[in-house]
């Protein structure tokens, strides 16, 4: 198959984005751009194009697609029930980064959730994939654009890199504002539950709806505990070499790490480091990446998935990085780092 690349990094192109309309109606799959990451898109409604998704990223069926809509008067199609909650939810934060969970729609098959009786739904906040939704019918399933398991894609270059000759278009938006994916809440519960974190924080659903918990698979620290979300049931984000985070004061993870790049080298291998802006210029050895500020922690986030593709492209034999326990944000890029680096933690 040989993949379309359009360019829109100064804008929606109407043909084009009619053209890409066209490919999902006829079941096809186009790549495009939300203000998370990039998705890989193919007709909610269609179960031979959710396999076609499964298929190109080699993701494993039973693993919940999220479909995405661009109009509110849509989102009774795809959920069976719409409880005064979601309605909330969707006033403060759509479109936005937030992804309900909700009582599956006739309409939509259980090839698109999964096989469960529930669905994933949000309203993406970047015009061109909500331009693209409009022109391909109005409901898009798309999980990250990117091959099962590696980090996920915040520049075209990273799904061609991934799914080049696997899909029909890639629709280039330049790289995505917030890097880390959507956080989704399950609404079908007596109280509303977390089932991943992301830039929408657990106070800010508070402000909304009260009290929110978080599944029990986000908090144990057992790797086999899985969460119950799109995307966080098998291991993700990971990078080639193996990844360890490392906890303490910022003087003694500098020391430890810089000790495990040194007996690294001596090894005949190279370390990746992923320092904050504060500490990158501290280490001596190894190839060190600043990912942010803590004191701007959207950096950080915009950051991850980038340099964790950078150290499978120089080749690092292992990776090493800091811990990012900041105020908002804290809670997901830890969770992401964490799927990455399949729970290895040292304490400096």
């Known amino acids: 198959m040989q993949t379309i690349r359009m360019d829109m990094t100064a804008g929606v192109d109407p043909e084009e984005i009619r053209q890409a309309g066209e490919v999902l109606r006829r079941g096809g799959l186009v790549a495009f751009p939300t203000e998370t990451v990039y998705g890989l898109g193919g007709n909610a409604f269609d179960p031979e194009a959710s396999r076609r998704i499964y298929a190109a990223k080699g993701r494993p069926s039973d693993n919940p697609l999220i479909v995405h809509i661009a109009r ?69 399933a798309a999980p990250s654009a990117n091959t099962s398991g590696r980090p996920s894609p915040t520049r075209a270059d990273h799904v061609w890199e991934d799914l080049q000759g696997r899909i029909d278009v890639l629709i280039d938006g330049g790289e995505v504002p917030i890097g880390l994916e ?31 918990s978080y599944d029990r698979g986000l908090t144990s620290e057992d790797p086999s505990v899985h969460p119950r979300a799109p995307g966080m049931k098998y291991r993700h984000y990971a990078p080639k070499a193996p990844l360890t985070i490392v906890e303490g004061s910022p003087e003694e993870v500098v020391r430890c790490i810089s000790r495990l790049a040194d007996e690294e080298a001596r090894s005949g291998g190279c370390a990746g480091i992923i320092a904050g802006d504060d500490t990158a210029g501290q280490y001596g050895s190894g190839l060190v990446r600043s990912i942010g500020s803590r004191t701007q922690e959207i950096t950080i986030a915009h950051h991850l998935y980038a340099i964790l593709r950078e150290f499978d492209d120089l080749g690092v034999s292992v990776i090493y990085s800091e811990a990012f326990d900041t105020p908002q944000l804290g809670r997901a890029i830890m969770n992401r780092l964490l799927k990455a680096a399949g729970h290895q933690v040292l304490q400096a």
């Open 72 to 140: 509110m008067e849509d989102l009774p199609r795809a959920a069976r029930e719409v409880p005064e909650a979601a309605l909330r939810l969707a006033e403060a934060f759509w479109p936005g980064p937030l992804t309900m969970i909700l009582p599956r729609g006739d309409e939509v098959p259980k090839e698109t959730t999964g096989g469960l009786d529930t669905v994933a739904i949000r309203m993406p906040d970047h015009p061109v994939a909500l331009a693209l939704i409009e022109a391909g019918g109005g409901f898009v």
């Open 182 to 212: 959507s956080t989704i809440v399950d609404l079908t519960e007596e109280t509303p539950v977390i089932l991943r974190p992301g830039y929408i924080s657990q106070a800010m659903l508070g402000e909304v709806l009260g009290t929110v």
